[in-house]
């Protein structure tokens, strides 16, 4: 029986860009979409990896497996590290990837591109029933583009030009994203963790 990870979210283009990153691991991935019931975790962590491991967590005591959680933030050195362990919510509680472009492009509003540098950051955990959790971090350095350009990703893609590239994450090509995107980085220093998990019985 292949061992059972659940995946700390209802995002299903989490769920597919993971699946796309580490074909071939002997899991079965499911998501919480898949466990009625399942608490929705407050992300107050002052830290990316505090709201990962909090995730991560509550979703292996839940579910009484594996579970995998990550948070992701997008950090601006010209709004001092924002919109950072905010990022999904930066326009607010319940507002769309749109919206929160919208603001960010606001804030940066004058900003010439030199001054535009951001990366980033994905802290992704494991953990297990009651047990230890593992983290790892990936990250990207880039810029902020000065308009969304592209229709592919989520979140900030559409604005974020990953370093060495002319095109937003949002223009390349799901391939392309996941040969250099921050949550490919992470991914890759889990998969060790993730090759040696046993089911949970």
Same mark, same amino acid.
């Not at 292949?2 to 299903?12: E, F, G, M, S, Y």
């Given at each position: 029986?292949?061992?059972?990870? =659940?995946? !700390?979210?209802?995002?299903?283009?989490?769920l597919g860009e993971l699946l796309a990153l580490i074909p071939g691991l002997e899991l079965e991935f499911r998501t919480l979409a898949d466990f009625p019931g399942a608490p929705e975790v407050v992300e107050?962590? %002052?830290?990316? $990896? /505090?709201n990962a491991v909090k995730k991560a967590g509550s979703a292996a005591l839940f579910c009484g497996l594996w579970a995998l959680a990550d948070d992701t933030g997008? /950090? =601006?050195?010209?709004?001092?590290?924002?919109?950072?362990?905010?990022?999904?919510?930066?326009?607010?509680?319940?507002r769309s990837y749109a919206d929160n472009n919208l603001k960010l492009l606001a804030e940066l509003?004058? =900003? @010439?591109?030199?001054?535009? +540098?951001?990366? *980033?950051?994905?802290?992704?955990a494991? !953990?297990? @029933?009651?047990?230890p959790v593992t983290t790892v971090e990936g990250r990207l350095e880039g810029v902020i !583009?000065?308009?969304? *350009?592209?229709?592919?990703?989520f979140g900030y893609d559409p604005l974020f030009v990953a370093a060495?590239? /002319?095109? +937003?994450? !949002? $223009?390349l090509a799901p391939e392309e994203k996941n040969a250099l995107s921050h949550r490919a980085a992470a991914v890759r220093?889990? /998969? @060790?963790?993730?090759?040696?998990? %046993?089911?949970?019985?």
């Open positions: 029986m292949k061992p059972i990870v =659940v995946l !700390a979210t209802r995002n299903r283009h989490k107050d962590g %002052k830290t990316l $990896e /505090e997008l /950090e =601006v050195d010209a709004l001092g590290g924002a919109p950072g362990v905010y990022s999904a919510r930066y326009a607010g509680p319940g509003d004058g =900003v @010439p591109p030199g001054r535009r +540098t951001a990366r *980033f950051s994905c802290v992704m494991l !953990a297990s @029933p009651g047990g !583009a000065l308009a969304a *350009f592209g229709a592919n990703g060495g590239q /002319e095109k +937003t994450l !949002a $223009e220093k889990m /998969e @060790p963790y993730l090759r040696r998990l %046993k089911a949970v019985r």
